[in-house]
């Protein structure tokens, strides 16, 4: 019953360095997102899934990009890394009713250098 | 499109003391939900209440309850007998339960209350 596993926890990237940062879900759950998370801020949505093979940006997708291979895996890319992009990076996933809320992963801190 | 505000980004408690956390939103739409999430220094985002923009009744959770205000747009939520424990960053957020619209399912955020709960 793991919930959302986002991997790694934390990361160190130099300018210009490409990562994958990992989103496994093992609830069956169709609509997936990344948000990221500047210092006291809330959270701005990046990309979205609404099913395998479905994906689309949301607010502040630049620098990004995502696939949805599976209905478990949503992994997120950075190329080209920038210090613009050290941030906090939140996965979540929910059901198809809203009312039953989004379980969230625990978080990537990503620092770029 | 919709926005959230939260416009205290810092509230201090006395432990067993009641505090109030402020939120409006703006929407053109009808059904939503609204939600507060609890983000304590581990980072999880831990669901604290949500609400249902059709049902009248203020959520209420153990000691964590909601005054949802849906003619003004608020959303504040109160927490009774604070403990050490509710420290954390509060957050805000909406979603669209309109599923023909660009907003659907989708969380947009407040910017946060940090709580200091004092012992």
């Not at chain 1, 190329?79 to 050290?86: N, W």
């Not at chain 2, 810092?10 to 507060?36: G, I, K, N, P, R």
Request: hydrophobic residues 30%; charged residues 15%.
């Amino acid at each position: 019953n793991a919930g959302v596993t986002q991997t790694p926890k934390f990361r160190i990237l130099k300018i210009g360095q490409s990562m994958t940062l990992q989103c496994t879900q093992d609830m069956n759950h169709n609509y997936m997102y990344w948000y990221r998370q500047d210092p006291g801020m809330g959270l701005k949505l990046i990309y979205y899934s609404v099913g395998a093979g479905i994906t689309d940006k949301g607010e502040v997708p630049n620098g990004y990009n995502v696939s949805r291979s599976t209905t478990e895996d949503f992994p997120l890319r950075l190329e080209l890394a920038a210090p613009s992009q050290t941030s906090v990076y939140f996965c979540a996933s929910r059901q198809h009713r809203v009312v039953y809320g989004y379980t969230f992963g625990s978080g990537t801190r990503l620092t770029v250098v | 499109a919709q926005t959230v505000t939260q416009s205290q980004p810092e509230m201090s408690v006395q432990e067993a003391e009641t505090v109030t956390l402020s939120c409006t939103y703006d929407t053109s739409e009808s059904d939503y939900y609204l939600f507060w999430y609890k983000q304590p220094p581990s980072r999880q985002m831990i669901l604290v209440i949500r609400q249902e923009a059709y049902k009248q009744q203020n959520a209420t959770e153990n000691r964590f309850s909601v005054n949802f205000q849906k003619a003004a747009k608020s959303f504040s939520l109160k927490i009774s007998d604070s403990q050490l424990g509710d420290a954390a960053m509060y957050f805000c957020a909406y979603s669209s339960d309109n599923a023909g619209g660009t907003s659907y399912g989708k969380l947009t955020f407040g910017q946060g209350t940090i709580l200091t709960v004092h012992p």
